[in-house]
């Protein structure tokens, strides 16, 4: 039943003069549940469906593969490997055990074992090599609908393995289907049409007129557990999010665009299954939702700007999956353990700091503590408390005495807190420290904590210090060489540095050694970086 369909874009104009809804600024979820799940993968995902508790889900990769996550959302397993499709919608049941999925140009595809195998429809079932562009499943999983686009509906009552073709409805520009809990009640709409609708699991489909509608792209419906209440989106530049409280009979445009630009277009809208929240999100903008059935709605504003494609609930919507066009996945409420931060390091100068931290799970709460001792004493919150796609954190701390000073990170979601070790930088006044000779020093990188640090000279050597800059030692002298950059591991024990016109070289030793690592040819390199760890 939990599925969400996509497909191809095109523009057009549609002006409804009805607006019947208001839409208000503050947001209707806290801004710090959002988790960016890098484990997804970043592809452009089209479809999403998680299973009713939103433990379990599965995703489709357009031209690529299915993925499945047991664990929330947090871990994916690539589950189809012979070959990319253009993969365009997935269902699944509500316990996530039988899945299905169409193949624009392609076959339905099935799965009974929580998408771990997965069987092409039979050939025989006149199922395959057809422009399908949607599906949906009961809860159980044992009835399903599919269109075909400038095709007809078909209809399963045994878990996909046999397919009906249904000819009353016609051949249609069809575009996406729904269905209620136990799949007596569908929903499917026309590009350019209107919306039909069957109450007795899709053996015959009736036309519901929607004013205007020749000019519409309906794009998306979604529909409640008993299949009352449906929603629709407009995909047209300016175009209507519309709802239905009986069945598909009668359609109120509920919600615009509401700002009108190139790419400003619903892409989809999604029910609970209680029928009284919809989520619903806006190419290149926000993710929109209302929390009584489509009257008003406001911004999930602690999402942020992204080309969103699927947006989908758990059925009891305190859960949300959403795909994004070249990204990740990203996750509403599926906080499963308190944040453990996975990093931290400083970049000191005269007389201020940056903290850097990194949280290992959903967006939290995240403070940095400072202070002359292991007590702190002193708190600066990050500005970036639950951003979606923000788990790096940051704060400046200015005005500093020349001294040595303690920090650590604290992080904390609605799983508890905790905080990383404890960790230090040193406040120094600039002094000068080298007096033999003016070099062309050309770049410098240090540790986290500043005492030990790295420089090198265009024509010249590489000189390091272990003693926050007091004194330096030059460590290479086979041969000049246009060193142009540094870079040092948090601890300052790797250092990799370039050489422009000539190679990469790297210490594992604190820069007391170092290993020529590239020698095919010279090459103009002009910069390099490092990672915490080296």
Not at 44 to 54: E, H, L
Request: proline fraction near 1%; include cysteine.
């Amino acid at each position: 039943m939990k599925k969400l369909f996509t497909a191809s874009i095109s523009v057009a104009l549609f002006v409804l003069a009805i607006f019947s809804c208001l839409i208000f600024p503050t947001q209707s979820r806290a801004a710090d549940g959002w988790t960016e799940q890098s484990g997804s993968g970043f592809y452009n995902w089209v479809s999403v469906a998680p299973s009713a508790d939103g433990s379990k889900a599965v995703a489709l990769s357009y031209n690529g593969y299915i993925y499945t996550t047991s664990d929330y959302g947090v871990t994916w397993t690539q589950r189809t490997s012979d070959t990319g499709r253009v993969w365009y919608s997935v269902t699944s049941s509500a316990s996530g055990q039988y899945l299905a999925a169409v193949v624009y140009g392609g076959n339905i595809w099935t799965s009974a074992d929580y998408g771990l195998t997965w069987t092409a429809v039979a050939n025989t079932a006149n199922a395959s090599n057809r422009s399908w562009y949607s599906i949906d499943s009961s809860s159980d999983g044992r009835y399903l609908s599919a269109v075909v686009k400038n095709g007809n509906i078909w209809t399963s009552t045994d878990f996909g393995a046999t397919w009906t073709n249904i000819n009353n409805a016609g051949a249609r520009s069809w575009r996406a289907v729904a269905s209620s809990a136990n799949g007596q009640n569908l929903a499917a709409v026309v590009r350019g049409g209107n919306v039909w609708t069957s109450t007795n699991y899709g053996v015959n489909w009736t036309e519901r007129v929607i004013a205007g509608s020749a000019s519409t792209y309906f794009f998306s419906i979604s529909s409640s557990a008993l299949g009352d209440k449906l929603v629709i989106t407009d995909h047209n530049v300016a175009g209507y999010i519309y709802t239905s409280s009986d069945y598909g009979l009668t359609w109120t445009p509920k919600f615009n665009v509401p700002s009108a630009g190139a790419s400003n277009q619903w892409y989809t809208a999604n029910y609970s299954d209680d029928g009284t929240k919809i989520i619903a999100s806006l190419w290149d903008d926000h993710i929109y939702e209302s929390l009584d059935s489509g009257n008003t709605w406001s911004v999930v504003s602690g999402a942020g700007v992204h080309s969103y494609q699927p947006v989908i609930y758990s059925s009891d919507g305190t859960k949300i999956f959403i795909g994004i066009g070249g990204g990740y996945i990203y996750t509403y409420g599926t906080i499963t353990s308190s944040p453990i931060i996975t990093s931290t390091s400083a970049s000191a100068n005269s007389s201020s700091i940056t903290l850097n931290g990194n949280a290992s799970t959903q967006s939290t709460t995240r403070s940095f503590n400072y202070g002359l001792t292991t007590s702190y004493g002193n708190t600066s919150n990050s500005s970036q408390s639950g951003v979606l796609n923000l788990e790096t954190f940051s704060t400046n701390i200015s005005a500093l005495t020349n001294t040595v000073y303690h920090y650590n990170v604290t992080a904390t979601n609605s799983f508890g807190s905790n905080s990383s070790a404890d960790a230090s930088f040193n406040i120094l006044p600039f002094v000068q420290k080298t007096t033999d000779t003016a070099r062309a020093w050309q770049s410098v990188a240090a540790s986290s904590d500043g005492k030990y640090l790295a420089a090198v000279v265009n024509g010249g050597y590489i000189y390091t210090s272990s003693d926050y800059g007091a004194t330096w030692v030059q460590k290479t002298s086979d041969a000049t060489r246009a060193w142009s950059e540094i870079t040092s591991s948090s601890d300052g024990k790797y250092l990799a540095a370039i050489v422009g016109g000539g190679y990469i070289y790297t210490s594992n030793d604190y820069g007391a050694t170092w290993v020529q690592k590239t020698s095919d040819a010279t090459r103009s390199w002009k910069s390099i970086t490092s990672s915490a760890n080296g």
